[in-house]
Structure formats: structure tokens, C-alpha cells
């Protein structure tokens, strides 16, 4: 513990970084839109001071233990965008700002140029520029980003600085890691669909660094490529999509765009067969970045980057970019103020492609011995969750059913809010575990010597179990996440979840058939989450050791535990507290500020609270409001406990609440699933059900066979051209230079040729 | 007119410094304690000049640090003072576009100064040989003090060129805007031989000197011409008859034309540019770097003040429209084509001065076209002036690299570029950056300037394109031939973009041929570094917008409307 109290003096140089902003607002009285640049600037300076100054003193002792790499100067910058950050979202809910009409700040504005127009004159202007646009839905994406990658940061200062595989290379983590961060921001502030594209496409390059960090290990790089790849899938779809827009508009500010988006440029009416094709390219690329069926296949294998990288791209940022665009959607369906009608078919097939992806990663999560892995499709299945109640929103807006489409859109929004708190800390606590069990294996081998322990998986949840009086922190962290992230009630998520599954069957009751079955799929998956998330935290926690090395594991390493007390604390309550504060309406911009409901007092507003989340007068409503709880509550974790739960070695203890599960685990009795395992349905879960395998067969039979079609004509017709052209400019230039001989009088008599040349024109014309 | 009144010496304030600097670098060093005894008395009166020099007088760094200081004073004192408007005398008026090419030339000659305090450096401490010394110690010290002496001589020179630079930009009459470009001219061959000892350098000072007394001597004789048909040579003079006259007196036209032959080889136009290449390459860098950047833009001062400023008609193409389009477009692919092979740092960068001097003729080639509105020949004008002052920074950027590499003897192949990036990195980066703004890579400055000239030669030309073409294809056939000078630059800096990253290559990825760092020479450094982030900084922040602000103020006075 000595240890860890000795290394936050390093935070010490931070002060002066982290006054700038304070500096700003109360000696320079800035309006805190103007520091919005600072948002995205700090991390940008940061991205290239840590990478130069990591190459110039690798390996310097200062470096490494004061600087911890670059990672204290990232946590700087990630902090001045943190504070900045918090300072907006202050102002805004205060409403002391000048935040009207969606505070449009144009803080670069680089050049103007004219256009040249169809009919070939030269006259309007544009500016290539960029400016901030805020409303709620930007303060919470960028309070979630900025908020996260802080603790990340700080978690990763610990987590990679005392790996030693990591040795001298974390000064490309951390660069990569703020690089990474800053795309995020600048998606999220970004006024303009391009400026968007463009931060996403940074946030697509560092997620393939990232993912590729160890990239001497095959499997990393191959995961890389894939995310890389597959995300590109999507982005192609996607400016597809943002190209069709400009055509309608003929802008992608969304200014412009979001005025009045039945009409399109020149006052045209906009058909709603073009914006459904529009829309639907953008949701393709928001697909690919979300990890949703059918481009999900490379979520799982980003696995292989380092644990503080599965937190940033699955809880804070890239994951949520996709969410983002969709929900920048709603002014083009929301009839009642200026949207197309006729496009409800959009919102249902986004649900669809939620509810099937939801249902079906949490069934492979179901086989997923990898605690990070379970994770993954836990992420996959959550963001489906979001999808499903946007699509939900999208619907009920189009049909101008705006009330509940307002609130779904909320409640989807307050579940991204939910599941980033909670997701962030999950795999952070993931990390711990990982860490420390790596850690306490490295300690064993090395003081036994035997080297058998090669092939031990650190990550490999059978190797695990009882953890919980070896790391109290952590398994109580966990412990809250899995609750958020399953829903039970009271705290995080349950709040969001329980609004989504509602509004989607109230879709259904309402007279649209088709939104029956994303209905019933994501009320299973709510089950099914209850059954995996459990399964993998009393795995992991409850039970007898299942591995010698679990007897050795310790809580020790620095930076790690703090991020996870800060992070259970609003998991836990947060999300109950935001909820009495009409987070919702919030969110879906029907009120700009947090309050509580009408005059009550506080013990009235939680009343109400909870009146409207257990008893909702719609009868309809109640019950599907008491299976989800039935099924999250007690069918998926009573069975995970039946399999895989069982209370602690004797005489070990563990932390109340924690001690009291684990041993409650233990009287369910055991279940032997073996058979179950075995089966083949158990092997397509493990196989993830085919579909990787599916898009291997076809790329080899499609795409590469083209690819070597395109790579011969590059070869021999696009290059055998350059290299034409290469070869006759050389000849050219020796034989031009010969003119240059290095005698003056040569020089002279070429003179003399121009001005005769001169001469004999200029005589022709005078005459 | 001797004396000059009170507001004409406020109005050349700048000038008068650099002269009282010019006196005082060949006075200061001289005082000493020389006494000369009153005759038929014993009073010996102390008259300073002469005799046992003073210590702090007799320090060898002193010329350079004098005509630094003149040189930043004349600057400031130019730039507070940027909007003067007036006449000195007849022949000189001071208006914001002298000064804004005041501003240049002397920004340049400060980075000129700064790297030849280390490309010709002196040292205050060099003893004599003596007898026990080593031969090559004996030459090392006789150099040194070679050096030592001659330091007066060449910061002389350079505020002779300063001098001659900024009074040309103020010239109204045609016979004074010749006698000061030769005074800078004439100084500028001396400083491009002044290594004498090196058989480079004054060859390439005599071939300098020899092509360009040609080219003057073929403007005179067009400037005679030109007296011959108006009998008045003053700027405002010969507007009036050239406005006033019916079609285009063969007389008027030739001598013009003749003038641009002595212009052409100033701003290195083909095929007057021969010898600059191997001037340039000759020369040391300090002066390379002169060369490239303000004896350019004095070239193009003379250009714009005779071609825009008098034989522009008032509508409909000028006369020498023809000449100096088919010119610009054989310069910068002469240019760009010949840096191709070169296998010289200071030949490359010649060449792509050649290439410069190409585009910026285009630009005035589409002034001249007749199809230009008043907005895109501004718009040109502020173009062409800002890419030369940007030059400053970034070509000269380049030749204080290569000063920094001279310092150990190298500039002279490519391959002392090798493995820069390795043994500097900050010197290797400016220099890629210097590199990539030649290039015309955006965000820098050198993208700026080259996205205004073919902003504005685009601008002026395409509503000449026919509106009822269905194609782009079928509109480029109907569009004025201007258009095409801008597809012009545009394909030739595609082609310059392979020499220029070659640079870039070569510092990079090429294994170094010594690890030894270079000389510390931090005001170089510092100069260095302070030009490239410029560059940068020009590019994308509104530092660039206030300097096109002052440079189209200037523009506008000299249109004049």
C-alpha cells in the first residue's frame, strides 16, 4: 500500500495543466463554448509530445517512473478535456451560456473558396472549417467520453506500466490512447456530418493500432485487421450515405441540415425513398462501428489489445460513435418538426437488427470461458438493447407518436449513459483480475521453476474462482456492474433497460405487428443476461479456488483501484439518482436542464419513481414491466448459480454484500450441465455460431479472387502508366539539363534566343 | 534636390538606418586611439580614427552584429510605420507596396545575416601561425584569420544589397528603379564570389556576373527605347502616354519587351535563368538564399511596376499576354523537369525557384489576359506578392539547413542529406516541412499561396467557359486558354512533389554517413526553427489572414482603386 501512496505525487506537475481551465472561466471570464477547443486540443498536443518524448528518452529512468511513460502527461490532457467538459455541461444545465440555437461556435475557419456550380460559374462560399454543436445528447456522449478516458487513463498508468511485456512501448499506448480519445471528442462536438466522418475515421485508425499493440502476436494482428477491416465495411456505407445527404441539402452542416429537413436544397421537397436510403447507408456504417449483427464479427477478437484498450473501445468511445449517428437521426424522422414522414419501416428494421443482435450474443456469451469475452458479447447485446429502443424512438417519432418516442429516444440514451458507467468499470475489474492473476502465476513459476505453466490462460475464467475474499474491491465493483449491466432492480441500468423493453412492445400493442419480434427477442436476451453475467462473476468470484494460483492473488498494484470506487459509487446509484432527475426527458432534449419531477420533495419524487417503474397504470405495461424483472431478477442468475455458484473456502471472508451473494449462491445447490455442453448447439455458440466462418468462405470465393484482379491492373496498368510517365520525365530532365552546360556563353546565346523570341512576338503584335 | 525636408526623411526613416548602419560597420571598427599632435604645440588631440584599435571596436564579430541590429531596427521601424504614403524628391514615393516588399527584402537579409554569422564565422580569438605549426594547422589559422578580415567587407555588401533592394521598391521613374537594381545586382555578384578561394564560387560570381550584364545591358537598351518614344521615363508619365496612345507603338512595345529580358533573369525566367542554378550552387547558402527570395521578388517588383502598373490596358489583353504565358509555362516545366535528375541540394532548390517563378508569371499572365475582373486581378496580385514573402520563410528556410550543413563543408550532394532525420531530428523536420511548403502541401503556408494564385487565375477565367457545355470535358474546350495555365501549375506541382519528397527520403530513410552532430550554432537553430513553425502557423491560423490583410492593403493602393 506504501507504494501506492508514494506515486501520486507524480500527479504534482499536473496542477498548472489542469488551472487552464479554471484559469479561463474565472480570471479570464471565457464563455465556456470557446473552450470547447480545448477539448479536443489538449489531447491533440498530448498525441505527439508523448510519442516524440517517449522516442527521445526511452528507457530514461525519469521517464519511466516520474512520466510513467507519457501516461501522466495523458492523464493531464484527458484532464484539461474532462474540466472543460464538466464546465460546459455546468453551464448548460445552469443555462448561463449562450447556448441558443444549438450554440454554433465556428472556432477554426481555415479558408473560403468559390465553388464551381453546375452551370459553371463560380459563386457560392464555403468554408472548410469546423464548430462546435451542443445540445444534450453532445454533453452526455462527451461527459461519458471525457469522463472515462480520465479513468481509463489513470487505470492504464497502472495496468501497462507494471507489465513488463509492455517494457518501453507505452509511450505508444499512451500516445495512440489520447489520439484515440480526441477523435472521440471531436466526433461528438463536431458541427458537420464531414468533420464527424473525419474524427471517426481517426477513432477507426487508433482502434487498429490498439487492438494491434502486441502486434508481434499473430492473433493480434490478425484482430486488428479484422476490426479495421470490418469497420471499413461500414464506413464505405457510410459515406455512401453522407454523399446522398449532400445531395439532398447540398451541405452536411447540421445547421443546414437540421433546419428544415423536408426540404432539401433549392426548396425541394425531400422523398423519403432517397432519405430512406440515406439513413439506412448511415446506419450501416454505425453497424460496423457498434459491432451489430452483421458486421459484429470483430468485436470479440479486439479482445486482444490491452485490457485499458477493450475498456476505451467497448465503454467510452468507438462503440458509441454508431449510437451517436443514429440518434443524430431523429430531427429527419420526427414529423412534428419538419421531418419525413413515411419512413417508420427505417425505425423497425433498426430494431430488428437490435433485437437480433442481442438475442443472439448473449446466447454465445452463454459458452464464453473467457472473462473478457463475455464481456465483449455483453457488449454487443447491450448496445442491440440501445438499438432497439432508437429504433423504437425512430418508429414512434415517424408515426408522430411523440411522446413515446421522445422517451424511448431517452431511455436509450440514459441505457448508453448506464452501460458506459458500467462497462468501463467491468473491464477495468477484468484487467484486475487479469492482472493479478497474472501477476501471482509469474510469482509461482518463478519461485517454483518448473515452467510448466506455459500454456496457463490468465484470462481463462476456469482458472479462477473464489476470488472474492482475495480481491475485495474488485469482485464488489464487479458485483455492482454485472447488477447494472443485468438490470436488477434499483440500480444503473434497470432505470434505462426497463424503458426500452417497454416502449418496444408498447410498439407492438400499438397496432405495428411487425415490432413484435424484436419485442419478444429482447425480453428473452433481458433473461439471458441475467444467466451469463452471473454465471461469469460467480465464476469467477464464488466457489472453490479452481487453480493453485488463485491462492496467491493480492490487490497491490497502484492507479488501479480508484478508477473502480469512483465508477462503482455511479453504477450503483447513479443511475437511480439521474432517474429522479428527469435524465430522460434530458436526454431526449424535451427539457435543457435536471430537476425533479414538479414541487415534490424528495421522498414524493422517489415515490413517483418508483410508482412508475413497478406499477405503471397501463396494465399491458405491468406485465411486461414484471417478466423482465422475473426474468432478469431470478430465472438467468438462479440458474447461473446452480451451475457454477458455491460459497468460499472455509475460514475466508469477504465484503458484506459480496460474502452474502456468494454464500446465497452456494445453497442452490450444484447442476451438472456436462451433456448440455457437449451438445451441438453448445458447439455453434462456441463457433460463434458459424458466421466468421460464413464470411471467410465468401470473401475467399468473392472478394480476394477480385482483389487479385484489382492488384494486377495497379501492377501493370496503373503503375506501368506512372512508371511511363516517371521514365519519360527523367529522360526529359537529363536531356533539359544538358541545355545547362556551365559555359557562359551558352547562356548568353540562350538569352539571346528568348529575347529574339520575345523580340519577333511582341513585334507581331504591335503591328 | 539635396536636402531632403522633414517629411520626406520620416517617410525613409527605414532607409536612413540601414545607411547610418552601412557608416557605421566601416567607421566603428576603425576607432582606436590615434592622436594627431596640433602643429607647433605639444597638445596631442585624440581623433580616433586609426592607430591601436579599441578592444570592443576590434572584435571581429562586430559588422554582423551591426547589421543585425540595423537591419531588425530598419525593420521594425518599416513595419510600424507600413501604411506612409508620399514622394521623397522626385523619383522616390513611399507607399504601403514598397513597403510591404521593404518588409521582405529585409526579412531576408536578416536570415541572411544570422546564418552567415556562422557560414563565414568570426573568431575573436584567432592567434597568428607561428613556426612550430603544423601545415595544416598554419592554413586552418590563416583561413580564420581570413575570415576575420573580410567580415566588414561582406556585411557591407549586404546592406549595400538591402539598400539598393528597398529604394528600387520605391522608385517612380524607370531610370532610378534601373540604377538601384543594379546596385543590389552588382553587390549580389560580389557576394556570390566572395568565397574567391573556392574555384565554385568565383566561377560561378564571373558567369553570374557576365549573363547578368547582358541581361542589363538588353533592358537598357529597351528602357532607351522606351525614352526615345516618350521622352519621360517617370512610372506615371509613361502610363499616361501608354494610356493616351492609339494601338501599340512598335518602339514602346519592343523597348518593354527588351525590359523584360532584364527582369526575366532576375526572377529567373526561362530561358534567362541559366545561370542561376549554377550561381546558386556556387554561392554560399546565406547568399543562395538571398538570391532566391529577395532578388526574386525585387525581379517581380520591376515586373509588376512596368507590365501591371503601365502597360496594362484597361480592358482587353495586353500585349505581352502571349509571351509571358508561353514564358511562365516553359519555366516552371523547365524548372521542375531539371530538379528532377539533380542530384545538388542547391541546384535543386534553384530549380524550384525557376519553377516559382514560373507560377507567379502565370498569375500575371492572367492578369494580362483581358478576361480578368478587377476582384480576380487583386486577388492574383495579393497571391503572387504573398507567396513571396512566404518564401522567405520557407526557401530560405531551406538554404539556412543547408548553411547549418556548409558549417562541416557539406551541401553540395545529396548525399549529405542522408540520415538527417537520425542526427537532427528538429533541423530534418523543419527542412520537410520547409520541403512539403514548397510542395504546396496544405496546411502550410506554401499551400496558401499557391491555392490563392490558382484561385484567382481560375476565378478570372472560367466564366469564360460556355455555360451550355453537357460535359466538363466539352467546357475545358470552349474555356478561355487561361484556365489552362492554372492545369498547368497544378501538373507541375504534381511533378515537383517527386524532387521535393525525395529530400524528404533521403534525410529519413538513408543511413547517415556520419553520426557526428552538427555545429551548435543556436541563432541558426533558432532561425530555423522559427521559419518552419511560421510556415506551419501561416497555414492554418488567422496570422495568415493578418498578413494578407496588410499585403492586399497594399495591392489596393498600387491599383489604385
Given amino acids: 500500500m506504501s507504494e501506492t501512496k508514494n506515486e501520486y505525487k507524480l500527479l504534482l506537475p499536473l496542477v498548472p495543466i489542469l488551472a487552464i481551465i479554471p484559469y479561463l472561466a474565472i480570471v479570464q471570464g471565457w464563455e465556456s463554448i470557446d473552450a470547447a477547443i480545448f477539448i479536443v486540443a489538449a489531447p491533440f498536443v498530448a498525441f505527439p509530445t508523448i510519442l516524440i518524448l517517449g522516442q527521445v528518452y526511452n528507457k530514461n529512468k525519469t521517464w519511466k517512473n516520474t512520466w510513467k511513460e507519457g501516461g501522466i502527461l495523458g492523464i493531464g490532457?484527458?484532464?484539461?478535456?474532462?474540466?472543460?467538459?464538466?464546465?460546459?455541461?455546468?453551464?448548460?444545465?445552469?443555462?448561463?451560456?449562450?447556448?441558443?440555437?444549438?450554440?454554433?461556435?465556428?472556432?477554426?475557419?481555415?479558408?473560403?473558396?468559390?465553388?464551381?456550380?453546375?452551370?459553371?460559374?463560380?459563386?457560392?462560399?464555403?468554408?472548410?472549417?469546423?464548430?462546435?454543436?451542443?445540445?444534450?445528447?453532445?454533453?452526455?456522449?462527451?461527459?461519458?467520453?471525457?469522463?472515462?478516458?480520465?479513468?481509463?487513463?489513470?487505470?492504464?498508468?497502472?495496468?501497462?506500466?507494471?507489465?513488463?511485456?509492455?517494457?518501453?512501448?507505452?509511450?505508444?499506448?499512451?500516445?495512440?490512447?489520447?489520439?484515440?480519445?480526441?477523435?472521440?471528442?471531436?466526433?461528438?462536438?463536431?458541427?458537420?456530418?464531414?468533420?464527424?466522418?473525419?474524427?471517426?475515421?481517426?477513432?477507426?485508425?487508433?482502434?487498429?493500432?490498439?487492438?494491434?499493440?502486441?502486434?508481434?502476436?499473430?492473433?493480434?494482428?490478425?484482430?486488428?485487421?479484422?476490426?479495421?477491416?470490418?469497420?471499413?465495411?461500414?464506413?464505405?456505407?457510410l459515406m455512401v450515405g453522407l454523399f446522398i445527404l449532400y445531395d439532398i441539402y447540398g451541405s452536411l452542416e447540421f445547421a443546414v441540415v437540421f433546419d428544415d429537413p423536408s426540404t432539401g436544397v433549392g426548396g425541394a421537397l425531400v422523398d423519403s425513398g432517397q432519405m430512406f436510403w440515406a439513413l439506412t447507408m448511415l446506419f450501416i456504417g454505425a453497424i460496423g462501428k457498434s459491432a451489430q449483427f452483421p458486421l459484429h464479427v470483430w468485436l470479440p477478437d479486439a479482445m486482444e489489445g490491452p485490457t485499458p484498450v477493450s475498456a476505451l473501445i467497448h465503454a467510452a468511445t468507438m462503440v458509441n460513435a454508431g449510437l451517436y449517428l443514429v440518434a443524430r437521426m431523429m430531427p429527419f424522422v420526427d414529423i412534428h418538426h419538419h421531418g419525413i414522414a413515411g419512413l417508420e419501416d427505417f425505425g423497425i428494421m433498426v430494431a430488428y437488427i437490435g433485437g437480433i443482435t442481442a438475442f443472439m450474443a448473449a446466447s454465445i456469451a452463454f459458452v464464453q470461458n473467457d472473462i473478457k469475452k463475455v464481456l465483449a458479447y455483453s457488449t454487443m447485446s447491450q448496445l442491440a438493447y440501445i438499438f432497439t429502443g432508437l429504433g423504437s424512438a425512430l418508429y414512434f417519432l415517424n408515426i408522430g407518436n411523440y411522446h413515446a418516442g421522445y422517451?424511448?429516444?431517452?431511455?436509450?440514451?440514459?441505457?448508453?449513459?448506464?452501460?458506459?458507467?458500467?462497462?468501463?468499470?467491468?473491464?477495468?475489474?477484468?484487467?484486475?483480475?487479469?492482472?493479478?492473476?497474472?501477476?501471482?502465476?509469474?510469482h509461482l513459476s518463478s519461485s517454483h521453476d518448473d515452467g510448466g505453466h506455459h500454456d496457463f490462460d490468465p484470462q481463462d475464467m476456469r482458472n479462477m474462482g473464489g476470488l472474492a475474499s482475495k480481491m475485495p474491491v474488485t469482485a464488489t465493483a464487479m458485483m455492482f456492474g454485472s447488477m447494472s449491466i443485468i438490470g436488477i432492480p434499483l440500480i444503473g441500468g434497470f432505470w434505462s433497460k426497463e424503458g426500452i423493453i417497454a416502449e418496444t412492445w408498447a410498439a407492438y400493442f400499438h397496432g405495428e405487428s411487425a415490432m413484435l419480434v424484436p419485442a419478444i427477442l429482447i425480453l428473452a436476451t433481458a433473461g439471458m443476461t441475467g444467466f451469463y453475467m452471473s454465471r461469469m462473476w460467480f465464476m469467477t468470484f464464488a466457489g472453490q479456488p479452481k487453480n493453485e494460483v488463485v491462492d496467491h492473488v493480492h490487490e497491490t498494484t497502484p492507479w488501479i483501484k480508484e478508477p473502480l470506487l469512483i465508477l462503482t459509487l455511479i453504477t450503483a446509484i447513479g443511475g437511480f439518482v439521474l432517474a429522479l432527475y428527469g435524465v430522460i426527458d434530458f436526454l431526449s432534449n424535451e427539457s435543457s436542464h435536471l430537476a425533479m419531477h414538479g414541487d415534490q420533495g424528495i421522498v414524493d419524487s422517489i415515490i413517483t419513481q418508483l410508482e412508475h417503474a413497478f406499477l405503471p397504470e397501463d396494465s399491458q405495461m405491468r406485465m411486461v414491466g414484471w417478466v423482465t424483472i422475473f426474468l432478469a431478477l431470478f430465472v438467468g442468475p438462479i440458474m447461473a448459480a446452480r451451475i457454477h455458484g458455491g460459497s468460499l473456502k472455509d475460514g475466508e471472508t469477504a465484503t458484506p454484500i459480496v460474502g452474502w451473494l456468494v454464500n446465497l449462491s452456494g445453497k442452490f445447490g450444484t447442476q451438472d450441465v456436462s451433456s448440455l455442453a457437449e451438445s451441438d448447439l453448445a458447439e455453434a455458440l462456441q463457433n460463434r455460431l458459424y458466421i466468421d466462418d460464413l464470411y471467410e468462405g465468401i470473401i475467399a470465393r468473392t472478394?480476394?479472387?477480385?482483389?487479385?484482379?484489382?492488384?494486377?491492373?495497379?501492377?501493370?496498368?496503373?503503375?506501368?502508366?506512372?512508371?511511363?510517365?516517371?521514365?519519360?520525365?527523367?529522360?526529359?530532365?537529363?536531356?533539359?539539363?544538358?541545355?545547362?552546360?556551365?559555359?557562359?556563353?551558352?547562356?548568353?546565346?540562350?538569352?539571346?534566343?528568348?529575347?529574339?523570341?520575345?523580340?519577333?512576338?511582341?513585334l507581331g503584335v504591335s503591328n | 534636390m539635396i536636402f531632403l525636408t522633414n517629411e520626406e526623411m520620416q517617410l525613409i526613416i527605414p532607409e536612413l538606418i540601414m545607411l547610418v548602419g552601412l557608416l557605421g560597420i566601416i567607421l566603428i571598427p576603425n576607432f582606436g586611439d590615434a592622436k594627431i599632435r596640433l602643429p607647433l604645440t605639444k597638445i596631442h588631440l585624440p581623433i580616433l580614427i586609426g592607430g591601436k584599435r579599441f578592444k570592443p571596436t576590434s572584435n571581429p564579430k562586430l559588422p554582423n552584429r551591426l547589421t543585425l541590429f540595423t537591419l531588425v531596427v530598419a525593420f521594425f521601424f518599416g513595419f510600424a510605420d507600413r501604411v506612409a504614403t508620399g514622394d521623397v524628391g522626385n523619383a522616390l514615393s513611399v507607399d504601403s507596396f514598397s513597403r510591404v516588399f521593404f518588409l521582405i527584402f529585409t526579412a531576408a537579409l536578416i536570415l541572411s545575416t544570422i546564418s552567415a554569422a556562422h557560414r563565414i564565422p568570426a573568431r575573436s580569438n584567432v592567434k597568428p601561425p607561428n613556426e612550430s605549426d603544423s601545415e595544416s594547422l598554419v592554413s586552418r589559422k590563416i583561413d580564420a584569420l581570413i575570415d576575420n578580415r573580410r567580415q566588414v567587407d561582406f556585411h557591407i555588401i549586404l546592406l549595400m544589397v538591402g539598400l539598393g533592394m528597398s529604394l528600387m521598391a520605391m522608385a517612380n521613374h524607370l531610370f532610378m528603379l534601373f540604377v538601384c537594381i543594379e546596385l543590389a545586382s552588382l553587390s549580389s555578384y560580389i557576394l556570390v564570389a566572395f568565397h574567391k578561394e573556392s574555384a565554385a564560387g568565383g566561377e560561378a560570381g564571373m558567369k553570374y556576373f557576365i549573363v547578368g550584364s547582358v541581361a542589363s545591358a538588353v533592358g537598357i537598351y529597351g528602357m532607351s527605347l522606351l525614352y526615345l518614344w516618350n521622352g519621360d521615363l517617370s512610372f506615371d508619365g509613361l502610363a499616361a502616354s501608354w494610356a493616351a496612345a492609339d494601338g501599340i507603338d512598335p518602339l514602346a512595345g519592343i523597348g518593354v519587351g527588351l525590359m523584360l529580358v532584364a527582369f526575366g533573369f532576375k526572377v529567373g525566367a526561362a530561358p534567362f535563368h541559366l545561370a542561376a542554378p549554377d550561381a546558386y550552387s556556387g554561392a554560399s547558402s546565406p547568399v543562395a538564399g538571398l538570391l532566391a527570395t529577395a532578388s526574386k521578388a525585387m525581379g517581380f517588383v520591376a515586373m509588376i511596376r512596368i507590365l501591371i502598373g503601365i502597360t496594362l490596358p484597361v480592358e482587353g489583353e495586353a500585349f505581352w499576354f502571349v509571351t509571358i504565358a508561353l514564358i511562365s509555362v516553359i519555366t516552371m516545366t523547365w524548372g521542375n523537369l531539371a530538379a528532377l535528375t539533380s542530384d545538388n541540394p542547391k541546384r535543386i532548390l534553384a530549380y524550384s525557384s525557376v519553377a516559382h517563378a514560373g507560377y507567379m508569371l502565370a498569375g500575371l499572365a492572367a492578369i494580362g489576359s483581358g478576361i480578368a475582373s478587377i476582384a480576380a486581378t487583386k486577388l492574383i496580385l495579393i497571391a503572387i506578392i504573398f507567396h513571396l514573402a512566404v518564401l522567405v520563410l520557407f526557401k530560405f528556410g531551406a538554404f539556412l539547413v543547408l548553411s547549418l550543413l556548409e558549417t562541416e563543408g557539406r551541401s553540395h550532394r545529396?548525399?549529405?542529406?542522408?540520415?538527417?532525420?537520425?542526427?537532427?531530428?528538429?533541423?530534418?523536420?523543419?527542412m520537410f516541412v520547409f520541403m512539403l511548403s514548397l510542395a504546396g502541401v496544405p496546411p502550410l503556408a506554401g499551400f496558401l499561396s499557391k491555392f490563392l494564385m490558382i484561385n484567382g487565375i481560375v476565378n478570372a477565367?472560367?466564366?469564360?467557359?460556355?455555360?451550355?457545355?453537357?460535359?466538363?470535358?466539352?467546357?475545358?474546350?470552349?474555356?478561355?486558354?487561361?484556365?489552362?495555365?492554372?492545369?498547368?501549375?497544378?501538373?507541375?506541382?504534381?511533378?515537383?512533389?517527386?524532387?521535393?519528397?525525395?529530400?524528404?527520403?533521403?534525410?529519413?530513410?538513408?543511413?547517415?554517413?556520419?553520426?557526428?552532430?552538427?555545429?551548435s550554432a543556436t541563432s541558426l537553430r533558432l532561425a530555423i526553427t522559427v521559419c518552419a513553425l511560421l510556415t506551419v502557423i501561416l497555414g492554418i491560423t488567422s496570422l495568415g489572414d493578418s498578413v494578407l490583410d496588410i499585403i492586399s492593403n497594399a495591392v489596393e493602393t498600387f491599383i489604385g482603386n
Avoid at chain 1, 193 to 198: A, N, S, T
Avoid at chain 1, 411 to 438: C, T, W
Avoid at chain 1, 704 to 717: E, M, T, Y
Avoid at chain 1, 722 to 728: A, G, M, P, R, T
Wanted: charged content about 15%; some cysteine; overall charge negative.
Fill in chain 1, 77 to 237: 490532457a484527458l484532464g484539461v478535456s474532462l474540466s472543460a467538459a464538466i464546465w460546459i455541461l455546468f453551464d448548460y444545465l445552469n443555462g448561463t451560456a449562450h447556448f441558443a440555437n444549438h450554440s454554433v461556435s465556428h472556432w477554426l475557419e481555415w479558408i473560403s473558396f468559390d465553388v464551381l456550380q453546375a452551370d459553371y460559374t463560380m459563386t457560392e462560399t464555403r468554408i472548410l472549417g469546423m464548430g462546435v454543436w451542443i445540445d444534450s445528447l453532445t454533453l452526455m456522449l462527451l461527459f461519458v467520453a471525457t469522463f472515462l478516458c480520465f479513468l481509463i487513463c489513470w487505470f492504464a498508468i497502472g495496468y501497462m506500466t507494471t507489465n513488463p511485456i509492455n517494457e518501453d512501448s507505452n509511450h505508444r499506448f499512451f500516445a495512440e490512447f489520447v489520439l484515440f480519445s480526441m477523435g472521440m471528442f471531436g466526433m461528438v462536438l463536431a458541427d458537420n456530418f464531414l468533420w464527424l466522418f473525419i474524427f471517426w475515421e481517426i477513432m477507426g485508425l487508433c482502434s487498429y493500432l490498439l487492438i494491434g499493440f502486441y502486434y508481434w502476436k499473430d492473433s493480434a494482428a490478425k484482430a486488428a485487421k479484422k476490426a479495421f477491416l470490418t469497420t471499413r465495411v461500414g464506413d464505405v456505407f
Fill in chain 1, 407 to 442: 422517451f424511448v429516444l431517452g431511455a436509450s440514451l440514459f441505457h448508453l449513459f448506464n452501460h458506459a458507467m458500467a462497462k468501463g468499470m467491468l473491464f477495468m475489474a477484468s484487467g484486475s483480475v487479469i492482472h493479478e492473476v497474472h501477476h501471482a502465476h509469474d
Fill in chain 1, 703 to 762: 472478394v480476394i479472387p477480385f482483389a487479385d484482379l484489382c492488384a494486377w491492373f495497379d501492377r501493370n496498368v496503373i503503375d506501368g502508366l506512372i512508371k511511363q510517365i516517371e521514365s519519360n520525365s527523367v529522360l526529359g530532365s537529363v536531356q533539359i539539363r544538358r541545355v545547362t552546360t556551365g559555359s557562359a556563353r551558352d547562356y548568353i546565346l540562350m538569352a539571346t534566343v528568348g529575347a529574339l523570341s520575345i523580340f519577333a512576338l511582341l
Fill in chain 2, 414 to 430: 545529396l548525399e549529405d542529406l542522408y540520415g538527417l532525420g537520425k542526427r537532427e531530428p528538429l533541423m530534418a523536420g523543419s
Fill in chain 2, 461 to 519: 477565367s472560367v466564366a469564360s467557359g460556355s455555360a451550355g457545355s453537357v460535359s466538363v470535358i466539352g467546357w475545358m474546350g470552349t474555356v478561355n486558354p487561361v484556365f489552362w495555365l492554372a492545369i498547368a501549375i497544378v501538373f507541375n506541382s504534381a511533378l515537383s512533389i517527386f524532387y521535393y519528397l525525395r529530400i524528404g527520403l533521403v534525410m529519413f530513410f538513408e543511413a547517415p554517413e556520419t553520426d557526428n552532430p552538427l555545429k
